[in-house]
């Protein structure tokens, strides 16, 4: 059964250019949410002919749509750590091409806050993974929770997404919520010698949708 889901509305909206460091550039519509349940601030970037996917979603391809958590780490410094910066770029693109909304959360660290991430790193360093570290602080492996995901696309008028995202715990909560998850889209791998250990918890811990060919079973 769905979840009652509180009613978010749309706070305000602005176009933004955006660019990328690799000289990538495209176009957003920005939009800020009143009424959602965290209070954070949340936005929605609106890519491509969104508005045209909006229309269609009963009877065409829905919109596709990736809740990205915010990793400042990844997103705005470039680490190497994660694959969060290249998911980032990589959804924005994608997005633009096909039409549809990157949802851009405030749930750092899979919702345990920055400086928790920054301990996590330090205990990864000593051996253990993602998902370990987080337990070892006593927090949740992953503490995020979709319910604004939910609230931001109900108050865009979205009821039925194509999900860009290789996790199904997204689908699960976004369905849960009432939100028809049409099609999961899975990203790219963005592999490095950095964050194959990450990459690999991700599929061993969360069954994450990535053919990792490092990953044993």
């Known amino acids: 059964m769905d979840e009652a889901l509180p009613v978010a509305t749309v706070r305000n ?33 609106g890519l491509g002919d969104w508005a045209a996917a909006v229309d269609r979603q009963a009877i065409g391809a829905p919109p596709l749509v990736r809740p990205h958590s915010e990793c400042l780490t990844g997103d705005v410094f470039g680490s190497q750590r994660c694959d969060c910066g290249p998911q980032l ?13 990157l949802l851009y ?11 928790a991430k920054i301990d996590a790193y330090a205990l990864q360093d000593a051996g253990l993974d993602t998902y370990e ?13 979709y319910t604004v995901a939910a609230q931001m696309l109900a108050a865009l008028g979205v009821s039925r997404v194509a999900l860009f995202s290789n996790n199904p715990d997204k689908a699960a909560q976004l369905d849960r919520l009432g939100v ?31 053919d990792l060919p490092l990953v044993r079973d």
């Open 133 to 145: 570290a987080n337990l070892a602080l006593g927090r949740g492996a992953d503490e995020r929770d």
């Open 89 to 101: 770029r990589e959804a924005v693109e994608r997005i633009t091409e096909a039409g549809g909304f």
């Open 105 to 115: 959360l405030r749930q750092e660290g899979r919702g345990i806050g920055l400086y």
């Open 180 to 210: 028809t998850v049409a099609d999961q889209v899975t990203t790219a791998v963005h592999l490095s010698p950095a964050n194959a250990g990450y990459l690999a918890a991700k599929v061993s811990r969360a069954d994450h949708a990535l």
């Open 13 to 45: 909206e602005v176009t933004v250019p955006l660019r990328f460091p690799d000289g990538y550039a495209t176009t957003a519509r920005v939009f800020s949410f009143r009424g959602l349940v965290d209070g954070r601030e949340h936005l929605a970037f």
